[in-house]
Nanobody, 115 residues
Framework: QVQLVESGGGLVQAGGSLRLSCAAS????????MAWHRQAPGKQREFVASITSTGTTNYLDSVKGRFAISRDNAKNTMYLQMNSLKPEDTAVYYCWAATLVTGYWGQGTQVTVSS
């Protein structure tokens, strides 16, 4: 089992920045890739960014150049640095971790960007 806890969400003005954190605990050695997803009101959950155990990253086109995903294996924590935030980035952001067997979700953290 893997437990994921997100933090760092909040209310920010357009153009501002936030850094989300996802702390992993439990069977952390089974984790391969990790990712951030988000779900805006009335919309389906969508992929935002991912990072493999070797550091390869991938991003949703609309966040490329603004968001940066990273992970600190010593702290068992993944981050999402979000810059130049836009109102359309408003959503609940979820942490996700994959093992060879299954995936795990965090409880989500709300990000609200005001115009």
């Amino acid at each position: 089992q893997v437990q994921l806890v997100e933090s760092g969400g909040g209310l920010v003005q357009a153009g501002g920045s936030l850094r989300l954190s996802c702390a992993a605990s439990g069977n952390i050695f089974s984790i391969n890739a990790m990712a951030w997803h988000r779900q805006a009101p009335g919309k389906q959950r969508e992929f935002v960014a991912s990072i493999t155990s070797t550091g390869t990253t991938n991003y949703l086109d609309s966040v490329k150049g603004r968001f940066a995903i990273s992970r600190d294996n010593a702290k068992n924590t993944m981050y999402l640095q979000m810059n130049s935030l836009k109102p359309e980035d408003t959503a609940v952001y979820y942490c996700w971790a994959a093992t060879l067997v299954t995936g795990y979700w965090g409880q989500g953290t709300q990000v609200t960007v005001s115009s």
